[in-house]
């Protein structure tokens, strides 16, 4: 005779293995991410230790264990130290075999120390829920059998594979592989969709490494953000507390030389510049390489030759494979056009890693690199320069 608390439907369990499913990633999401590595919100102790505590059920992560890798993929982010880079490891191996890559960094005892700091560290974690991850889950395994009978095997084994599919491999994977980018930080990030809902707000991958330290994930007004909600919600119950949120770019169409305001709005939204940098000269530097085709140039017949441009568009060119780079150095030497982009794209991003200089001196540096942009010839990066100079800052912006 069959025993089990709840009667469902194929439906409802359906529904209620979503249900349970969701509530792993909204804590994946709110409370490791968000809150423990990034420290964008506050959490009452009565919601954290909920997370801790459903965390431990269906996942059996260490807390400290996450957020130090997470960490360590921002400060090493597609590097050879990446924990799970598909640029390194390969998109397949960072897809299919994420949660494994997860656990080879979790025994690197100097990622756990350098980047773990100020992670919880109490009695319960101590004693439970590090020391005894497989517990965790094990209870769950029982909780989904006396809930649901024998078919709670087959929910309990859902609700563990979704955080190593889903995040652990589609968003470390697919999230810096593939997808569309609002803004272009020196990296591969992409959001993957832009309703996050099935992963609590991470497939907005690009936004996240845009604004690390922004407890909300979504950026254009027609991107959904589910963790976003729920965070709201946990404040109007006051069991949270927002403490950063990506700021809005400004804009002052009335300005027609750089001040400090402008100076301040380009360094906190730098990889906001260089997104609409990149969309503004793509149409220019792509007519200019097709205009170089059939030259002496290796490789500029292919239809790859548009890759390098594509690279020095997004990211440091310097990062570029032997062969493609290669390719744009021959590109760059042959057109006066493209190494005029390159070269004030360069002077650009130079501008925020000039930390000593005094915001007057940035000021002028600025409004230099605006007069040559205007005194090149090439109408794109003129009618850029232009939008640059309208961008505002509210005072104290300065990132």
């Known amino acids: 005779m069959q025993f089990n608390l709840l009667d469902l439907p194929w439906w409802g369990l359906v529904l209620a293995t979503l249900g349970l499913t969701h509530v792993t990633i909204?804590?994946?999401?709110?409370?490791?991410?968000?809150?423990?590595?990034?420290?964008?919100?506050?959490?009452?102790?009565?919601?954290?230790?909920?997370?801790?505590?459903?965390?431990?059920?269906?996942t059996g992560m260490v807390t400290k264990e996450w957020a130090a890798i997470h960490r360590k993929h921002h400060?090493?982010?597609?590097?050879?130290?990446d924990p799970h880079s598909p640029q390194v490891h390969g998109i397949a191996k960072v897809l299919l075999e994420g949660a494994e890559l997860y656990r080879v960094e979790a025994r690197n005892a100097e990622t756990l120390e350098r980047y773990g700091r100020g992670t919880p560290d109490d009695w319960i974690e101590r004693t439970l829920y590090a020391r005894h991850p497989v517990?965790?889950?094990?209870?769950?395994?029982?909780?989904?059998?006396?809930?649901?009978?024998?078919?709670?095997?087959?929910?309990?084994?859902?609700q563990m594979l979704w955080i190593p599919v889903f995040a652990a491999g589609v968003i470390n994977g697919i999230g810096h592989y593939w997808g569309y980018r609002n803004f272009a930080p020196n990296d591969s990030s992409s959001n993957v969709v832009p309703w996050g809902i099935l992963i609590g707000g991470e497939e907005l991958h690009n936004n996240h490494h845009a604004y690390v330290t922004s407890a909300k994930l979504s950026s254009r007004w027609w991107e959904l953000d589910i963790g976003w909600v729920y965070i709201r919600m946990l404040e109007m119950v006051h069991l949270a507390k927002v403490r950063n949120v990506a700021p809005r770019v400004r804009y002052d169409p009335s300005k027609t030389r750089c001040d400090v305001g402008t100076v301040q709005a380009v360094i906190t939204h730098r990889y906001d510049v260089l997104a609409k940098f990149a969309r503004s000269l793509r149409p220019t530097a792509v007519e200019e390489l097709l205009r170089l085709r059939g030259t002496a140039i290796t490789g500029l017949t292919k239809s790859k030759a548009?890759?390098?441009?594509?690279?020095?568009?997004?990211?440091?060119?310097?990062?570029?494979?032997e062969k493609e780079s290669a390719v744009l150095q021959q590109a760059l030497h042959a057109s006066t056009v493209l190494s005029t982009i390159y070269a004030m794209r360069q002077d650009l991003t130079a501008l925020w890693s000039r930390s000593a200089a005094s915001k007057e001196q940035l000021v002028k540096q600025l409004e230099d690199w605006c007069g040559r942009a205007e005194a090149s010839g090439i109408g794109a990066l003129r009618a850029f320069s232009r939008t640059l100079r309208c961008y505002d800052s509210l005072a104290g912006e300065m990132k």
């Open 26 to 58: 909204a804590a994946v999401t709110i409370f490791l991410h968000r809150h423990q590595a990034h420290r964008a919100l506050e959490l009452h102790p009565l919601a954290s230790h909920f997370f801790r505590f459903w965390l431990w059920l269906t």
């Open 75 to 81: 400060a090493r982010c597609e590097t050879p130290e």
């Open 135 to 158: 517990l965790g889950i094990g209870l769950m395994l029982g909780i989904d059998i006396v809930l649901f009978g024998p078919i709670g095997i087959t929910v309990w084994a859902v």
């Open 306 to 321: 548009l890759d390098p441009v594509e690279y020095l568009l997004q990211r440091d060119a310097t990062e570029l494979p």
